[in-house]
């Protein structure tokens, strides 16, 4: 078995002559089905992934996947796909945890010039069933424990011919194995013929604010990204000592990204297959880890396990995306390593990632940086015009990444994308040195009368009290306001913390207008797979529990009668 510490294999470094050749003279011969050929090319037996848990299959034995091994086994999923009967833009979906073999199948696909579908592994059945049967896929990949957690039984979706599950054990009746097909498969496999306007692969929104959207991107979309960063890798030197630890899922548009571009600058990723914040601190100590990006929730689990007493100093870089990054968070993980830069950006699935990137030292709350080249942008009004710098505005955006369509879905697509342009819905701010900010989602805003209440504002805010563990404000009708926000809190471990002793310290801080007319205390909130509250499932869990909500002037009315 290799070993778990290879620094053997992080050292390799090959010529210049080599990278700048494949990734900047040839950049265009990458396609999404050829760029492992390239990579494997370039780097042979350098580290590309080293995983927390040992494989021990058919096909593979170790902790180490070097960029050839990654070829190899990217080969042989290919040709196990295509003895199941895909063929080039069939969808396949997958529905796993967070496991390497994830991105063997999803890089397979491609290679075919079919179109991977990855799916939430934290989904319930009915709502795998229904993304399935939009995407139109008929192979489904999962594994063990999440066909056993939520499918539990291949008739409740129909639509799928042929099932496979990623094991080394005996597969379930009906089920291929994984390993099995790519034992027989070939290490050999001729990339399809792709174009960058081919269809790639299908990401379903995050959906908090309602139902998933399938963005499906392209080749050229997905390759623009990776195309960039290896023509930094071309240039500067093959490091030596980084160590990336991967544990944003894979199946979700931050990690996904994070994969290819840690591939595309010969990073090696330490992937673990779970987030446990105590085991994340253990390995960042063990590992002696370079660079960690993740989610603001994350972050924040990181330090409710402690992370402030932990030996945090080998990370030079943090990173983040997937929501607004607060900027006491930035300031507290910079200074557990002083060394370190902290650098987030904004990004979507529809964008293929990342289309901006913040300043490393931090520049203020929610923060997302400068565009990136390429990268063309406007904000705008309810008029559809210009707002002046430092109003806020709907982002609309053009930049070489954009999907081509929300799959299926027509109406969709014709009411995000007009003229080129892609309508975000999200709403930011040009700020100081020409830097953005993000404010908030144009369908998360609530209009209280004739202001306009950000969310995000007024849950920092509340959170700042010590008894709350995390709120989420949504706007519940009125009759005459249109909406009123109201918190949905949870209280930390421990806390006797009132609704009325939260809503009066809220009245002594907050704006009025802003201010939550109602607090309502609840065990847990409903979050997406990126560890966001899912606002819509929010507000439907208060309105079932017959949760209303009174204007401030109604409220002492009714006090005064009762008196």
């Known amino acids: 078995m290799r070993a778990a510490t290879p620094e053997h294999r992080i050292a390799i470094r090959p010529p210049v002559w080599r990278k700048w050749r494949a990734f900047i003279a040839h950049a265009r011969r990458m396609t999404i089905a050829s760029f492992t050929d390239t990579l494997a090319d370039v780097y042979g037996e350098r580290a590309a992934f080293i995983l927390d848990r040992p494989i021990e299959s058919a096909v593979f034995s170790g902790s180490v996947v070097s960029y050839r091994d990654l070829q190899r086994l990217v080969c042989r999923a290919a040709n196990a796909l295509a003895a199941l009967g895909v063929r080039r833009g069939d969808r396949v979906a997958l529905a796993t945890a967070n496991r390497i073999e994830l991105v063997f199948v999803e890089l397979g696909a491609q290679r075919l010039g079919a179109v991977p579908v990855p799916l939430n592994f934290m989904l319930t059945v009915d709502e795998i069933r229904d993304l399935v049967e939009r995407s139109g896929a008929r192979v489904l990949v999962t594994d063990r424990v999440v066909y056993e957690r939520n499918i539990r039984d291949r008739a409740e979706v129909p639509s799928i011919d042929r099932w496979v599950m990623v094991t080394t054990q005996r597969v379930p009746d009906g089920f291929e194995s994984l390993d099995t097909l790519m034992a027989r498969a070939s290490d050999s496999h001729v990339p399809a013929d792709v174009r960058d306007d081919d269809p790639a692969l299908i990401f379903f929104t995050a959906g908090t604010t309602g139902q998933p959207k399938g963005a499906l991107l392209t080749s050229g979309g997905l390759m623009a990204s990776f195309r960039r960063y290896a023509a930094v890798a071309a240039v500067r030197p093959t490091p030596t000592r980084d160590l990336a630890l991967a544990v944003m899922p894979l199946a979700h548009t931050g990690g996904h990204q994070q994969l290819m571009v840690h591939l595309a600058l010969a990073i090696p990723s330490y992937v673990m297959g779970s987030f446990d914040p105590e085991r994340i601190l253990d390995t960042i100590e063990a590992q002696r880890i370079t660079m960690f990006a993740g989610l603001p929730s994350m972050f924040r689990m990181l330090l409710d396990a402690g992370a402030a007493e932990r030996d945090l100093r080998s990370v030079r870089v943090w990173g983040g995306g997937g929501d607004a990054f607060p900027r006491e968070l930035i300031a507290r993980f910079r200074s557990l390593s002083p060394r370190s830069l902290f650098i987030t950006g904004y990004g979507l699935a529809e964008t293929a990632g990342q289309v901006s990137i913040a300043p490393g030292f931090g520049a203020g709350d929610a923060c997302v940086g400068w565009f990136l080249p390429g990268v063309d942008w406007r904000l705008l009004g309810a008029d559809g015009r210009d707002v002046a710098r430092g109003e806020p505005g709907e982002l609309v955006l053009r930049t070489p990444g954009l999907m081509r369509e929300y ?135 208060l309105l079932a529990k017959g949760v209303t909500v009174q204007a401030r002037s109604e409220r002492m009315k009714s006090a005064s009668l009762t008196e």
Do not use: N, Q
């Open 407 to 541: 799959y299926g879905d027509p109406e969709a697509t014709g009411a995000a994308i007009k003229d080129g342009w892609f309508h975000t819905g999200d709403l930011l701010r040009r700020g100081r040195w020409g830097m953005m900010y993000f404010v908030a989602r144009e369908k998360e805003m609530i209009k209280v009368g004739g202001y306009s209440v950000f969310p995000a504002e007024v849950e920092k805010a509340l959170e700042a009290h010590p008894d709350v563990e995390r709120c989420v404000i949504v706007g519940l009708p009125h009759r005459t306001k249109g909406e009123l926000p109201v918190a949905a809190v949870v209280r930390r471990d421990g806390s006797d913390l009132s609704e009325e002793a939260l809503l009066a310290w809220a009245e002594a801080r907050i704006a009025a207008y802003r201010c939550p007319r109602r607090v309502e205390l609840v065990d847990e909130l409903p979050m997406s797979f990126a560890l966001k509250p899912l606002r819509s499932k929010v507000r439907a869990m």
